[in-house]
DNA sequence: GTAGATGCAAAGTATTTGCGACAAG
DNA sequence: CTTGTCGCAAATACTTTGCATCTAC
């Protein structure tokens, strides 16, 4: 098991407040991607006081300290997940919304490759799949 | 040389207006990703009267008969391109916000295979590059 | 004690929509 | 003609922000 989000704040220095620690508790629980309003959502069922303000500035505060990542699948809201050791790319059924997580070494080698074949490096990639569910 | 957007309409049955063909237009001579504002910006030169509700409207419509993509970049607004024959990706420097397009065929089989090693049929894919210059 | 966080409501963005006037087929 | 489109302004959806108050360190 590795580190709560609240531990990884302590050892970003970031200051924890009550609405906080609420805040990195859910989404260290969650096994999902919440967006904003399902994350206010649970939030407010622990405080019902949290401001929904205080939810994006601190999603965001928390982007920024590297310890969640959004992501802004087609057409929708922003979503959020805990960022964590192990990359993987996102597998979308268009059908349900189910999000299924992937990792393939593979396309990630080739990636890399393909930005420096421009002169670039890579700092950031984005791998969306959406698909439909094959009949059997 | 392939078919104008004009062409494109008429082959869908899309009715052309002024307006459309305008902005038909201004798109099929774009080589670059204009977002609702810049192509917005540029038909007005054309015709001052055209609304930017009637630019959103053309973008969505030409998007749903499948004539333009869109893209939504990195937290920034929605940005349009013509659909045509040739597929592609992008690669962009965060830096300058450059867009480079560049096709990667053993990257989109690698996708496949993905999605069916998860029981599923490719519809839809986004891949995004981000990266900054190498120094020389 | 003080810098930074919070709640609230108001302000921003980006995009969509209701409606009466108008134009394409 | 008739159905769909346009321009306008108002509405919506998501997100950010100013300000007075409060709290973690």
Known sequence: ???TIEQKCIAKGVKLTDQRKIIAKVMSEANDHPNVDELYNRVSKIDSKISIATVYRT???FEESGILTKHEFK???ARYEELNESH?????????GEIIEFVDQEIENLQKKVAEKYG????????????VKKKP
């Open 120 to 131: 670039y490096d890579l700092v950031d990639h984005k791998l969306e799949l959406y698909g």
């Open 88 to 96: 993987h790319d996102h597998l979308i059924d268009v059908k349900s």
């Open 1 to 3: 098991m590795s580190e």
């Open 59 to 61: 999603v965001k505060l």
């Open 75 to 77: 057409g929708g809201k």
